[in-house]
């Protein structure tokens, strides 16, 4: 590592990108520019964020440089080398580093000596997240797991969609069961029978839309619902209204 200021190289975007820029610090350092990494700093940018990403492979730091504000070939895990990039400087930084346990540890460390106060790092398992997590990553991401948990959903339920919130809070939507059909949504009492809300609505050929105590679900209707998750998994079963007439 000590030679990696020789072979530092820093490029960097030359037009914003068009759009409003969020208020107040839009900086953020993405560490490791693999799929994940790449993927979560071109969203960013989108964002209209400024977005400083670094990454060990020259390669990819050439395949990315006109794509970010700025980019930086450099070891993510020498605290030099982040100290040059002015790493301290930044209020939010992500670890995209996931394959490589050491590297990821190393950098997620270098962030938290360096005084970044809001650190989002991946990991690969839960294990790897409760070690980020003792070091001082301030947020732990896991998608390849999160994604898992979510096509499961999918694969073996009615849900179109699942997210978890937490590890036993989750949002999905769905067809509207027959079980909240032609009544408000008010009457239904679904939250005291079954432990859920309905937050959103979506009619056929329209938009979502805030689901309120006076809304009520017709055949075709698709639905957010929210709760414990084992309460939305069952509620997901139930037989659903059936497809909009006509």
């Given at each position: 590592m000590a030679d990696h200021l020789k072979n530092l190289r820093v490029r960097r975007r030359r037009h914003p990108v068009p759009g409003e820029r969020p208020a107040g610090d839009s900086k953020v350092a993405v560490l490791g520019l693999g799929r994940f990494g790449r993927s979560l700093a071109l969203e960013l940018m989108r964002r209209g964020w400024d977005v400083l990403g670094i990454d060990f492979a020259t390669g990819i730091v050439q395949k990315t440089g006109d794509q970010l504000t700025h980019v930086a070939a450099a070891d993510c895990t020498d605290p030099q080398a982040l100290e040059q990039l002015g790493i301290g400087q930044f209020s939010r930084a992500v670890v995209g580093i996931g394959t490589d346990l050491e590297a990821s540890i190393l950098a997620t460390s270098n962030l938290v000596d360096a005084g970044v106060p809001n650190i989002w790092a991946r990991a690969t398992t839960r294990q790897h997240g409760q070690i980020l997590e003792r070091i001082g990553a301030h947020h732990v991401v896991l998608?390849?797991?999160?994604?898992?948990?979510?096509?499961?959903?999918?694969?073996?339920?009615?849900?179109?969609?699942?997210?978890?919130?937490?590890?036993?809070?989750?949002?999905?939507?769905?067809?509207?069961?027959?079980?909240?059909?032609?009544?408000?949504?008010?009457?239904?009492?679904?939250?005291?029978?079954?432990g859920v809300t309905v937050v959103g609505i979506k009619r056929p050929g329209a938009d979502f839309t805030h689901a309120t105590a006076e809304t009520v679900v017709q055949p075709g209707d698709v639905i957010i619902v929210t709760g414990k998750t084992r309460a939305v998994e069952a509620f997901a079963e139930l037989e659903s209204i059936g497809p909009a007439p006509g």
């Open positions: 998608p390849e797991h999160e994604m898992g948990e979510r096509v499961a959903h999918l694969v073996t339920g009615r849900m179109m969609d699942f997210i978890a919130f937490d590890s036993d809070y989750a949002l999905i939507k769905t067809l509207a069961p027959r079980v909240v059909g032609g009544v408000p949504l008010g009457e239904s009492r679904v939250r005291s029978t079954y």
